[in-house]
């Protein structure tokens, strides 16, 4: 059983800045690329940042230069830092991670979390 868990969302200001985490836990074997999505309401799922286990990043054109992700294998986590926050960033936040378990090391699956919300409003 593998779980993620993300945590930082909120209410904030635009121009504002909101750091989140998501925390990998389980019968984790290996942890292959990490990343966040958004889901704003009315529209689809997209990605927003991935990182890989050795840290080459890829971001959508909309978060470039405002977002940055980063990554601790040892413990299992990725985080999302997010400057110059608009109201266009508004959405509910989803960690995404390709993991292998300690029961079948050798199947590479899909793991998401719950989400956490992130309102960007004066």
């Known amino acids: 059983q593998v779980q993620l868990v993300e945590s930082g969302g909120g209410l904030v200001q635009p121009g504002g800045s909101l750091r989140l985490a998501c925390a990998a836990s389980g019968s984790i074997f290996t942890i292959y690329a990490m990343g966040w999505y958004r889901q704003a309401p009315g529209k689809q799922r997209e990605l927003v940042a991935t990182i890989t286990r050795s840290n080459s990043t890829n971001y959508a054109d909309s978060v470039k230069g405002r977002f940055t992700i980063s990554r601790v294998n040892a413990k299992n986590t990725v985080n999302l830092q997010m400057n110059s926050l608009k109201p266009e960033d508004t959405a509910v936040y989803y960690c995404?991670?390709?993991?292998?378990?300690?029961?079948?090391?050798?199947?590479?699956?899909?793991?998401w979390g719950k989400g956490t919300p992130v309102t960007v409003s004066s």
């Open positions: 995404q991670a390709d993991i292998t378990t300690i029961e079948a090391y050798y199947r590479r699956m899909e793991y």
